[in-house]
Structure formats: structure tokens, C-alpha cells
């Protein structure tokens, strides 16, 4: 945040009529108050022309028609038509700008000063045999295919309540149920995305290496297909020594179409019967103490608002330093809400490399939009217009700001794994269940979801801490939001405040010690693949 908006961070929390402007070049703020401000309220020197609601745009002074309109020092529109100053700014009073071309970048130039290690800082993880670590203890049961849903839904209610109980260490079991399988191009070139993430999720630190497939038999994902040999890694028999040949690393798959089931619970008895060894395993699982570099964080925004840019997602910004200090990973995504801001990202490269695989990736889906009809500014929703966003790059510019400032040191496509630690750019639509499920391919083990309007996102394979970016949001949403950031903008923290106060509570969460809202209530959002290819 810059420093023209030092009078928000600071002024006490009252009724008083309150503007937060992001830079000096500015020509709108927007409206701090809960409620709005009612025309012919006085304020920073102006008197509003209009009644403006809160987080919605003001004109700081007189916009001539065709003017740039510039928030974040960025040019988020043209004006339509004439705007007198103290009048309210909203999309239909602005032309979006074209998509900036992706040649002619600056390419790795932005060459912070390096920032000490954050050194001492742990939490208490389960560590797995490919020296991942996980946050959570989770049986997860993959499906090649939608068709063995209702089955594996059924037999994982009884695992819960039957099996469950006589192993405490295991937090969870999950059915990863999905609608992907059979009826479309399995040999398509795009393809390949839809079955790497269903494999990826599957080898998610968070379920130790306990593999088990349900498969129909017929699908055209067959499970040796989704999980080919070697794609497992071993059990870490440092756990499970009582178990003996059992900790072998073969592929464990139930398939209802074999001659020996006869009957539904023929299927769902076999089902408990493997789902019992992987859990004995589990259960000889122990956290132990690791440093916080073993984190691996999704940070994603959704249900945003203009306050989003102000609040939360400058404090995860901040977090994000912090973690990668720490030696930690963090992936940040979402390719629509960050195209147009795409000259800020190449310039954090850490290679000319990195900087041309970023470019990659905006180009793939800038030609898979266009090959729908459609361009980037499909993304936002009633809702973000609502909460004061007018268009995809004002909005995209408030989402940049959870990457923080640390450079850029990788890029990975949908569904792909992580190899690397840092900051990396990981490429998925900005579609909030899409977006989790492509972080969790990638290997995250603990999530944080930034929201204005509000939104029970959560997922069942890895916990998700939810950052309110306003105080009347944290208000009445106070048994779904783990951190309010609208403090920030009454005065009542700073941006580095809360970004600490996100960090101490990763920890722990990623401990076991705390559970988030979402955890709580078990509230979680089915996973969606990403299939650009055909369906047959």
C-alpha cells in the first residue's frame, strides 16, 4: 500500500466520513464506511454529488469525458462521459482498457534488495517418505471416474463411522470425487491437464502416501493409466513397521466390476477392508516438529471486493514475504486475475526464463478464451461490481497484491506439481474451485482464501483459513472468517500487523493446534477439474 493512504492506516475507528486513495496519481478513491455516504457528505475536501456505498469509487476531482480513470496508479478505465468531481464512479461509467500485448516486457529487472531469513519459526507436520510434509492426516480415496461416486460416497459414510473411531490419529477420510473418467477425448492433447491433477491431488502431502483407487472397470481412465508405476512413492516404513509386506508401494485398486463382487455391499465391504490397512498405517503416523519452510501455501481471492486490494490481500501480501523468507512456498494464480497486470510480474522474475514461462501461460489462455468467444473481461461477477470492482483490471490489481514483493522464482501449468520452493506462479482460471483444486495438485498443505462479499469456501483435503477484508464482514460472518483485515482499514492494525497475525496463525493451523471456521463446521467445496479438452 502506498503511502498516500497513511491517513486510513491511521485514523481512529469512528463514523467519520472515510476515503482510502492507493496513490498520489490517483483521480478516485473509495467509500471506507459501512453503509456508504449519502450525497452531500463532506469529505477530503469534496462533497459528494451522489450517494456512493461503501468500497465504491469517488471522483476526487473533475473526470472530462474520454479521461483516463486511474486507481492504483494504474489506468482501470476511461470515463464514458463527463464526471464531476464527488460523484460516484462506477462500471458503467468507464470503458475498459485493451489487454496489455505480451511482448515488448520488462523481462527480470526489478531487483529488490534480498531480505534477511526468517529463522526459528516451526510447526508441528507429518512428514512423508518423499520428504513432503503435511499438515493434516487424511485418508483420501481417488476415483478414476464419476460412476463410482454414489458408491464410494456410501462406503466412506460407514468408514467414518465404523472404522474411523478406533483410529485417532487419522483426521479424515475423503472420497476425491470428481466428474471426469470416461465419455470424453482421452487422448486429446489437453487432456493430459484433467489427469495430472487428479494424479497430483491423489500424492498431496496431506494423505501420507496411502493411495487407494476406486475404479468402475470400464472407464476410459484406467487406474494405471491415472497412477502409472512409479508415480507412488514408497510408504515410509520408519511408521510402519508392524506392517510388514503391506508397506509395499503397489497401486491398491477396488474395481466394482470384478467377477467377486456380488451385490452393492460386496463392492462396499471390499472398500472397508483396504480402506482399514491404509488407515492403520496412518494411525502409526506422529507429527513432529519442522521448520516452517515445509509450508506450502495456496494463497486465492474470491467473492472480492474493492476493499480486497486495501486490506486482506495486502496483509497475505505481506504474509507471503514472510513465508518466503522463512524458506517456505507459496503459489498465487488465477491467470485472468493477473493478465493485466502481466508488466509487473515479468519484471519480478528471477530469469528471463521464468519471465518467458509466465508469458507462456497468459498466451495459452488468452487463446483458450478467445477460442470460447470470449476474453478476459468474463471474469467478474455481479458480486465484484457490487462490492465497488468495475472492471477485470482494477480488480486484477488488487489481487497481484498477495503475491507481496519477493521475486518470482517459478512457473508451473495446470495440474502440475511443484519441484521448487519460493514464489511461484502457479497457472489456473480464477475460478475459486478450480483454482483450490489445481493449488491442491500442486501440493499445497495449507490454503488461504481472501473474501469481500463473503463465501463458505473451504476444502475437505487441506484446511482453509478465510481472511474477511472488511470489519462489517468479519462482523456478521464471525463464525466463517478466521482473520479480519478490516482493521486495517479503520486504523485499528497496519498491513505488517495483520500479515504477522496471518503468519502466527498458519503455524498454528498447520500444527493441528487451531481449526479454521471451514474445519469446524466441515464445510468444503466439491473438487472441479480443469478440462479444456473435448467431450465425446
Known amino acids: 500500500m502506498n503511502a498516500s493512504t497513511e491517513h486510513s492506516l491511521t485514523a481512529p475507528a469512528a463514523a467519520a466520513p472515510l476515503l482510502i486513495r492507493m496513490h498520489p496519481r490517483d483521480n478516485v478513491a473509495i467509500v471506507a464506511n459501512d453503509g456508504g455516504l449519502a450525497a452531500g457528505t463532506a469529505v477530503d475536501g469534496l462533497v459528494l454529488v451522489d450517494k456512493v456505498p461503501q468500497a465504491h469509487k469517488v471522483a476526487l476531482a473533475d ?18 462521459k463527463a464526471i464531476p468531481a464527488g460523484s460516484w464512479v462506477h462500471e458503467r461509467l468507464l470503458k475498459m482498457p485493451p489487454a496489455r500485448e505480451l511482448d515488448g516486457l520488462p523481462i527480470a529487472t526489478v531487483r529488490p534488495e534480498p531480505q534477511p531469513p526468517l529463522e526459528g519459526y516451526t510447526f508441528e507436520g507429518y512428514r512423508n517418505a518423499d520428504g513432503s510434509v503435511g499438515t493434516r492426516n487424511i485418508l483420501a480415496i481417488t476415483q478414476t471416474v464419476q460412476c463410482v461416486a454414489g458408491v464410494t460416497d456410501f462406503a466412506v459414510r460407514r468408514i467414518k463411522a465404523e472404522l474411523l473411531p478406533r483410529f485417532p490419529n487419522v483426521d479424515d477420510v475423503v472420497a476425491l470425487e470428481h466428474t471426469y473418467g470416461c465419455g470424453v477425448a482421452i487422448d486429446a492433447p489437453d487432456a493430459v491437464i484433467p489427469i495430472r491433477t487428479l494424479r497430483n491431488i491423489s500424492l498431496n502431502p496431506n494423505f501420507g502416501g496411502e493411495v487407494m483407487v476406486v475404479s468402475l472397470g470400464c472407464e476410459k481412465l484406467q487406474p494405471e493409466r491415472l497412477l502409472p508405476p512409479g508415480s507412488i512413492p514408497l510408504v515410509d516404513e520408519r511408521n510402519v513397521a508392524d506392517v510388514g509386506a503391506s508397506a509395499e508401494s503397489t497401486l491398491d485398486v477396488v474395481c466394482l466390476q470384478d467377477d467377486a463382487h456380488v ?11 483396504q480402506a482399514e490397512e491404509h488407515l492403520e498405517r496412518l494411525n502409526a503416523r506422529r507429527r513432529e516438529t519442522v521448520p516452517a519452510s515445509e509450508l506450502v501455501v495456496g494463497v486465492q481471492c474470491g467473492g472480492s471486493d474493492a476493499f480486497s486490494g486495501v486490506t486482506a490481500n495486502p496483509a497475505v501480501g505481506f504474509c507471503t514475504d514472510l513465508l518466503v523468507r522463512a524458506g517456505a512456498t ?19 522474475a528471477t530469469t528471463p526464463e521464468v519471465a518467458a514461462a509466465m508469458i507462456r501461460e497468459m498466451a495459452w489462455y488468452d487463446a483458450y478464451l478467445d477460442k470460447g468467444r470470449v476474453d478476459r473481461s468474463a471474469n467478474t461477477t455481479p458480486g465484484n461490481k457490487k462490492g465497488g470492482l468495475s472492471n477485470i483490471v482494477e480488480k486484477a490489481m488488487g489481487s497481484i497484491v498477495k503475491s ?24 489456473t482460471p480464477a475460478s475459486d474451485f478450480i483454482c483450490g483444486t489445481l493449488q491442491l495438485a500442486a501440493g499445497m498443505n495449507l490454503h488461504v482464501f481472501t473474501t469481500g462479499r463473503g463465501t463458505p469456501y473451504g476444502l475437505a483435503e487441506v484446511p482453509v483459513i478465510k481472511v474477511a477484508t472488511r470489519a462489517d464482514l468479519a462482523r456478521r460472518w464471525h463464525d466463517l472468517m478466521d482473520v479480519n483485515a478490516g482493521t486495517i482499514a479503520t486504523g485499528e492494525k497496519t498491513i505488517a500487523e495483520v500479515g504477522w497475525e ?7 493451523v498447520a500444527s493441528g493446534r487451531r481449526k479454521t471456521w471451514a474445519e469446524h463446521w466441515k464445510l468444503h467445496n466439491a473438487l472441479v477439474l480443469f478440462n479444456p479438452a473435448p467431450v465425446t
Open 63 to 80: 473526470i472530462a469525458e474520454g479521461a483516463e480513470v486511474r486507481r492504483y496508479d494504474v489506468v482501470i478505465g476511461r470515463a464514458i
Open 263 to 273: 451385490g452393492f455391499m460386496s463392492m462396499v465391504d471390499s472398500i472397508l477392508r
Open 330 to 348: 507459496v503459489m498465487f494464480s488465477e491467470v485472468t486475475e493477473v493478465r493485466d497486470g502481466i508488466d509487473q510480474l515479468t519484471s519480478r
Open 404 to 427: 507481496g514483493s519477493a521475486p518470482i522464482s517459478g512457473v508451473i501449468a495446470p495440474g502440475e506439481k511443484l519441484t521448487q520452493k519460493g514464489l511461484v506462479y502457479a497457472a
Open 502 to 508: 496471518l503468519f502466527h496463525l498458519m503455524l498454528e
